[in-house]
């Protein structure tokens, strides 16, 4: 939910384009020492491609571009799954598995059927997000979460979006799309960077 600080308080851009995610990055984040707006309130807020070969270039351009037209504190984020039976993918294409026009269950279904031979102890997967911090004052900081699971042998859980129905989470013994928001927040990929992130925001 927005800062009640003062509208003297240094503000934070969370520098993408989609309310939703900039909600969820809002909340994830917490409480910290700025009004933390979303680059979409700006006006000529614009994004670059995602055309960086890590995940770090991706969500630093992000940053920089929110920096840039803002002057102010920015946070980009990029993240991904990473799937070992199939070489680490999607990886940095996440986003775009299977091509543009695919929706999330599309996408999490091309990946089942990827996987439709592979035995379950072979199921191994990551979201890694990399979360990157570029202001005036503060220079550039990058920081990381990471977190380990399964890929589901169908889809479980209403909830989440993207790959959450068919990532299993073993020490819960559910997947992403079957936890609540708090119980994602604490374990997830996305919670475990920003945590990191409001460390930095609040040392």
């Given at each position: 939910?927005?800062?009640?600080?003062?509208?003297?308080?240094?503000?934070?851009?969370?520098?993408?384009?989609?309310?939703?995610?900039?909600?969820?990055?809002?909340?994830?984040?917490?409480a910290v020492?700025?009004?933390?707006?979303?680059?979409?309130?700006?006006?000529?807020?614009?994004?670059?491609?995602?055309?960086?070969?890590?995940?770090?270039?991706?969500?630093?351009?992000?940053?920089?571009?929110?920096?840039?037209?803002?002057?102010?504190?920015?946070?980009?984020?990029?993240?991904?799954?990473?799937?070992?039976?199939?070489?680490?993918?999607?990886?940095?294409?996440?986003?775009?598995?299977?091509?543009?026009?695919?929706?999330?269950?599309?996408?999490?279904?091309?990946?089942?059927?990827?996987?439709?031979?592979?035995?379950?102890?072979?199921?191994?997967?990551?979201?890694?997000?990399?979360?990157?911090?570029?202001?005036p004052a503060?220079?550039?900081?990058?920081?990381?979460?990471?977190?380990?699971?399964?890929?589901?042998?169908?889809?479980?859980?209403?909830?989440?979006?993207?790959?959450?129905?068919?990532?299993?989470?073993?020490?819960?013994?559910?997947?992403?799309?079957?936890?609540?928001?708090?119980?994602?927040?604490?374990?997830?990929?996305?919670?475990?960077?920003?945590?990191?992130?409001?460390?930095?925001?609040?040392?």
């Amino acid at each position: 939910m927005p800062s009640a600080l003062s509208p003297s308080s240094p503000v934070l851009v969370i520098a993408t384009l989609n309310p939703a995610k900039g909600r969820e990055l809002q909340a994830f984040l917490g409480a910290v020492p700025f009004r933390v707006r979303l680059f979409s309130e700006f006006p000529g807020a614009r994004l670059p491609e995602e055309t960086g070969r890590t995940y770090a270039q991706n969500a630093f351009g992000k940053a920089h571009a929110a920096a840039s037209l803002t002057g102010a504190l920015a946070l980009g984020d990029d993240s991904g799954l990473e799937v070992d039976a199939i070489a680490g993918a999607p990886g940095l294409h996440t986003a775009r598995f299977g091509g543009p026009g695919l929706d999330d269950r599309a996408r999490w279904g091309l990946l089942l059927e990827r996987l439709r031979d592979v035995a379950p102890a072979r199921r191994t997967a990551r979201f890694r997000c990399v979360i990157a911090l570029v202001g005036p004052a503060h220079g550039e900081k990058v920081v990381e979460g990471v977190v380990e699971g399964m890929i589901a042998e169908a889809p479980r859980g209403s909830g989440g979006f993207g790959f959450d129905p068919v990532f299993f989470y073993p020490p819960l013994g559910r997947t992403f799309a079957e936890l609540s928001d708090e119980e994602k927040a604490r374990v997830s990929h996305r919670g475990r960077a920003l945590e990191a992130a409001r460390r930095l925001l609040t040392g």
